[in-house]
């Protein structure tokens, strides 16, 4: 496997019950954990592992090209994300 950069990914993290999930939308990727610090945790380990998948396959670059990632000197880099609220309409409970 090639040499890997670290890199800073945003994500996002909601409790859903008892459990903690975080949610990468630059590599499409979650996990969670019973702890945010565990959810954290597994987000790494997947994230690494998911990456490394990738390189073995040899379809790295077509993967981070369709998750919108570029390529700049030689290293990848991930696409913008924000976050940002919108308005949404749901139907109020009776």
Do not use: C
């Not at 670290?6 to 909601?14: W, Y």
């Not at 991930?78 to 139907?91: C, F, G």
């Amino acid at each position: 496997m090639r040499k890997l950069a670290q890199i800073k990914l945003t994500i996002s993290i909601t409790k859903q019950g008892d459990r903690y999930v975080v949610y990468s939308p630059a590599l499409d990727l979650s996990t969670s954990g019973e702890s945010l610090e565990e959810a954290k945790r597994r987000f790494a380990e997947a994230a690494m592992l998911f990456v490394e998948e990738l390189d073995r396959a040899g379809t790295i670059s077509d993967i981070l090209q369709e998750l919108g990632w570029r390529e700049e000197n030689r290293q990848w880099v991930p696409p913008h994300v924000s976050d940002e609220a919108v308005h949404v309409q749901l139907p109020v409970a009776a």
